[in-house]
C-alpha cells in the first residue's frame, strides 16, 4: 500500500467534504467566468444563464474590439520584461550573492518590489514624461522593468551558495574558461531557478494594471485595462471573456509543470 | 579557494562598478520618485513651486481625507492579513493531508493565476446585490430584490476590498504553511512535545503555531504592504468615501487642480515610509550576510 492511500484511508470524511468544498471553491472562479462569456441574457435573479451562446467569443475573436491585439501586446510586453528582468537579475544577484553586505542588498531589493506601482509610478511619471517615454509600450516596459528586475534578484539570489561557488571553481581549475564555466556548470544548475524567475516576472508584468493606467496613460492597450474597461461599460460577458484570456495562459503553464508552481509558490 | 565573500573596498574598480550599476537599477527608480515625491510635498519642485514649505504637511493635519484614508487603508490591511492568515491557518491543518498531493493540492494554485482586475471582477458579479450570492438569497425567500441585499461592495466599511483581498491571499498562505510545516519538521517538534506530556491545545500553540507564524512573518508583512497600497481592488469594488490610499493619492495627482499635487506627492511620501519600514522590520532578522 502507498504512503498516499495510507493517507486517504486515515482521513477522515468531513476533513474529505471539507477538502472537496476548498477544490470546487478554488475552481469556482475559472468555471463561473467561462460560463459567463458564454451566456446570453443572463438576468436576476436566475442562477444559470437561459441559454448559451458564442457570440461573446465571436466578438472578441474578430478583432474588431482589439481584443486580440491586447493579448498580444500585453503577451509581448510580459515576454520582454521577463527575459530582460531575469537575464539582468541573473547577472545582479550573482553580483550580490557574492558581496559581503548580501543581507542588505537582498533589503533594498525589496523595496521597488513592496511598493504599489501606482504610487511609484506617479512619483516617477515626472521622469517618464521628461524621457518622452509616456503613454508608450516602451515606458510601461522600462517601469514593469523597476519591479520585475527587483523581483528576480530576490528569487535568484539563493542560487549562489557556496557549494555553486565551489563547482564554479573546480571546472575553473579543470581548465575551464568563463564562458564554458557559465555554458557548462552554472547555467545547466541555474535553469530551473531561472524559470521560476521568468515566469514569476512575467506574471508580474502580465497581471500589471497599475503602471499600464499610469506610466501607459491608458494608450497601451493591455488585457487589465480591458477588463476594466468592459466592466465600466457594463459589458460583463466580454469582461469574463477578457478575463479568461488573462489568467489562461498562466493557470495552463502552473498546472502543466507542477514543479514550477511549487517553486513559484 | 578564493574567499567567498568580498568586500567593497578590496573590489576591482569594474566590480565596484558592476556592483554599483546593479544596484542603481533597482534601487534609484523608487528612491529618485520617492525624493522627488518629498521634494514635491515640501515645495521644492513642481509647477507652483515657491521654495522650501511646511504648508502641506501641517495642512495634513487638517485634512480629515488624508488621515481617514490612511486609517482605513491599514485597518483595511490589517484585517485582512489576519482573517486570511487564521482562513489559511485552520485550513491548511485541518485539510493538509485530505488535500493530498493530487488535485487538491493542484487547486491551490488556481487562484495563483487570477490579477487583481479579475478578482474585482468575480467580486462583483458574486458578492453584489444582482449577483450569485443575491440570486441565492432570493431563491430562499431572503430577499425580494436585489437593493434589498446588504452591500458587500461599494460600502463603507470596506467588505468587497476585505473579501476579494483574503479570498486570493488563502489559497497561497495554505501552500505557505503547507510547505512551512514539512520545511519546519512541526510534525516531529509535535510528536517530541506530545511524549513529553503536552495535550494537543498545547502543542498547537507553544509549537506549531509560533514555529508557522515565526517563518511566515516577512510573507504575512509583504501581504500587509501589498493590500495597504492596492490599487485595482479598491477602485472596482470600493466606496468613495473612505479611499484607499492608492486610490486617494492618485485620485490627487489627476485632478485639474494643481494645488492638490503636493498632497499626492505627500501622501506617496507617508505611504512609502510606512511601508519601506514595515520590510525593514520584517526582513532586517534575514540569514546573515556572510556566507562561507
Request: charged share 10%; with cysteine; net charge positive.
Amino acid at each position: 500500500m502507498s504512503a498516499d492511500s495510507a493517507n486517504a484511508i486515515a482521513v477522515s470524511w468531513p476533513r474529505r467534504a471539507g477538502a472537496t468544498a476548498l477544490i470546487v471553491l478554488c475552481w469556482l472562479p475559472v468555471a463561473y467566468l467561462a460560463l459567463l462569456s458564454l451566456a446570453r441574457d443572463w438576468a436576476f435573479p436566475a442562477l444559470l444563464p437561459p441559454g448559451l451562446t458564442l457570440a461573446t467569443w465571436r466578438r472578441a475573436l474578430a478583432g474588431n474590439d482589439g481584443l486580440v491585439t491586447s493579448f498580444a501586446t500585453s503577451a509581448l510586453i510580459a515576454l520582454l520584461v521577463a527575459t530582460l528582468a531575469t537575464a539582468a537579475g541573473g547577472v545582479a544577484s550573482r553580483v550580490f550573492a557574492y558581496h559581503r553586505h548580501r543581507g542588505w542588498w537582498v533589503l533594498a531589493m525589496h523595496a521597488p518590489f513592496a511598493l504599489s506601482p501606482v504610487i511609484l509610478g506617479t512619483c516617477l511619471l515626472y521622469f517618464f514624461i521628461r524621457l518622452g517615454l509616456v503613454g508608450s509600450s516602451a515606458g510601461v516596459i522600462a517601469a514593469q522593468f523597476i519591479f520585475a528586475y527587483a523581483y528576480a534578484v530576490i528569487v535568484l539570489i539563493g542560487f549562489w551558495n557556496p557549494h555553486v561557488a565551489a563547482l564554479e571553481d573546480l571546472a575553473r581549475t579543470l581548465g575551464a574558461g568563463r564562458r564554458q564555466v557559465f555554458q557548462r556548470v552554472v547555467f545547466p544548475l541555474a535553469r530551473p531557478l531561472l524559470a521560476v524567475a521568468f515566469f514569476q516576472t512575467f506574471l508580474l508584468s502580465w497581471f500589471d494594471y497599475g503602471l499600464a493606467a499610469v506610466i501607459g496613460a491608458g494608450k497601451v492597450p493591455v488585457l487589465t485595462l480591458r477588463v476594466t474597461e468592459y466592466m465600466g461599460s457594463g459589458n460583463v460577458q466580454l469582461a469574463a471573456a477578457c478575463a479568461l484570456l488573462l489568467i489562461v495562459p498562466p493557470l495552463a503553464l502552473l498546472l502543466l509543470n507542477r514543479r514550477l508552481a511549487i517553486l513559484a509558490a | 579557494m578564493r574567499i567567498f565573500a568580498r568586500s567593497f573596498s578590496t573590489e576591482p574598480a569594474h566590480r565596484r562598478l558592476r556592483l554599483v550599476l546593479c544596484a542603481a537599477l533597482a534601487v534609484v527608480p523608487p528612491f529618485l520618485g520617492l525624493g522627488y515625491a518629498l521634494a514635491y510635498s515640501l515645495g521644492l519642485v513642481g509647477a507652483l513651486a515657491t521654495g522650501f514649505t511646511g504648508e502641506h504637511w501641517a495642512k495634513l493635519l487638517r485634512t480629515s481625507d488624508v488621515t481617514r484614508a490612511l486609517g482605513f487603508s491599514l485597518a483595511v490591511a490589517a484585517v485582512t492579513v489576519a482573517l486570511a492568515t487564521v482562513l489559511a491557518l485552520g485550513l491548511s491543518l485541518a485539510l493538509r493531508r485530505a488535500l493530498g498531493r493530487g488535485l487538491g493540492a493542484t487547486a491551490l494554485f488556481v487562484p495563483l493565476a487570477l490579477p487583481g482586475v479579475v478578482a474585482a471582477l468575480i467580486g462583483f458579479q458574486f458578492l453584489g446585490g444582482a449577483g450569485v450570492l443575491g440570486r441565492l438569497a432570493w431563491h430562499l425567500g431572503w430577499i425580494a430584490a436585489p437593493q434589498e441585499f446588504p452591500a458587500l461592495i461599494f460600502d463603507r466599511h470596506g467588505l468587497g476590498i476585505v473579501i476579494a483581498h483574503t479570498a486570493l491571499a488563502v489559497p497561497l498562505l495554505m501552500l505557505l504553511f503547507t510547505r512551512l510545516h514539512a520545511n519546519e519538521r512541526i510534525d516531529e517538534f509535535a510528536a517530541l512535545a506530545r511524549t513529553l506530556g503536552a495535550n494537543r491545545l498545547a502543542v498547537l500553540r507553544r509549537v506549531t503555531l509560533p514555529l508557522l507564524l515565526r517563518r511566515a512573518a516577512p510573507s504575512l508583512s509583504l501581504l500587509f504592504a501589498g493590500v495597504f497600497g492596492a490599487y485595482e481592488i479598491p477602485l472596482l469594488l470600493g466606496a468613495q468615501r473612505p479611499e484607499m490610499i492608492s486610490i486617494l493619492a492618485r485620485r490627487k495627482f489627476a485632478l485639474f487642480d494643481l494645488h492638490q499635487r503636493p498632497e499626492a506627492f505627500l501622501i506617496a511620501a507617508i505611504y512609502a515610509a510606512i511601508v519601506l519600514t514595515l520590510v525593514w522590520i520584517a526582513f532586517r532578522k534575514q540569514p546573515p550576510a556572510h556566507v562561507g
